[in-house]
C-alpha cells in the first residue's frame, strides 16, 4: 500500500473515531484535544524551525522572483480548478464562473497558470475546497485539530482531506518521483510566502497556539457562511 493512501485511511479513521469521543462538547469547547493538539504543534514547529523555514528561506532569498512568481502562478491555477469544482458544488454561480474565467485565461493565456493575467483583468480568485463544501451544506465542523505536517483542521476538513486530494490534479502527474518533487516544491513555495508573518506573529501573540487556533475557526466559519454573520458565534458560523 502507497504511503499515502495508509496516511489518507488512517486519517479517516482517526476523523470518525473523534467524532464518536467528541460528539455532544463541540458546541461549548470547539477544542477538546487541546493537550494533544498542542504537542502535534510543538512537533510541527520544531520541524518547520530546523527543516522547512531554512529551505523555503534558501529558496526565498536565491531564487529570481519572475520563477517564484511562476511557480506560484502555477500552483495557484491548480488550485483554481478545485475551487471551481467546489464553488460550483456550492451553487455559487458568480463564484465559479470568476473561478471558470481565471482558470482559462491563465491556463491558455498564461501558458498552463505560469502567468496571471486574470487578475490585472479584474478576475477574482474564489478559494474553495471540500471541507468548505461541506460546511455550507450544514456539516458540523466539530472539534478542532492540528495534524502533523499539515498543522491546523478540524474535523469535517480533515475528512474532507481524502477527496482535496483526488481533485488535485498533481495527486495523478506520473511517474511518482515528479509528482512528488512538485509536491514538495508546492510546499516550500507556500512557506517561503509566509516569511516574515511568522515572525510578527510570535512578537504579537502571547499563546501562538490559541491565536492560530482562533483565526482558523474564525476563518473557516467565515468561509463556509451561506448568509450574513449570525447573532451567536459557532464553531462553523451555522444560524
Not at 53 to 78: C, H, M, W
Amino acid at each position: 500500500m502507497k504511503l499515502f493512501q495508509f496516511l489518507s485511511l488512517s486519517l479517516c479513521s482517526t476523523t470518525f473515531f473523534l467524532l464518536g469521543c467528541a460528539s455532544g462538547g463541540v458546541a461549548t469547547n470547539p477544542d477538546p484535544f487541546e493537550m494533544t493538539n498542542r504537542r502535534i504543534n510543538v512537533f510541527n514547529e520544531n520541524l518547520d524551525e530546523k527543516i522547512v523555514r531554512p529551505i523555503a528561506l534558501t529558496y526565498k532569498d536565491y531564487s529570481p522572483e519572475i520563477v517564484q512568481q511562476g511557480i506560484g502562478n502555477f500552483f495557484g491555477n491548480l488550485k483554481d480548478i478545485w475551487s471551481f469544482v467546489n464553488n460550483g458544488l456550492q451553487l455559487k454561480p458568480k463564484e465559479t464562473l470568476e473561478t471558470g474565467a481565471r482558470v482559462l485565461v491563465n491556463s491558455t493565456v498564461g501558458i498552463y497558470g505560469l502567468f496571471d493575467f486574470a487578475t490585472p483583468m479584474g478576475v477574482q480568485r474564489h478559494s474553495a475546497d471540500f471541507g468548505q463544501t461541506l460546511g455550507y451544506w450544514g456539516t458540523p465542523a466539530g472539534p478542532y485539530l492540528v495534524l502533523p505536517l499539515l498543522g491546523p483542521s478540524t474535523l469535517r476538513d480533515t475528512a474532507a482531506l481524502l477527496v482535496d486530494r483526488q481533485g488535485d490534479l498533481l495527486s495523478s502527474v506520473h511517474p511518482i518521483v515528479t509528482r512528488n518533487q512538485g509536491t514538495a516544491l508546492r510546499l516550500v513555495d507556500k512557506r517561503a510566502s509566509y516569511i516574515g508573518m511568522d515572525d510578527r506573529l510570535s512578537e504579537m501573540a502571547l499563546d501562538k497556539y490559541t491565536f492560530v487556533r482562533d483565526a482558523y475557526l474564525q476563518r473557516r466559519a467565515s468561509q463556509v457562511r451561506r448568509g450574513p454573520p449570525p447573532d451567536e458565534d459557532s464553531p462553523d458560523g451555522q444560524q
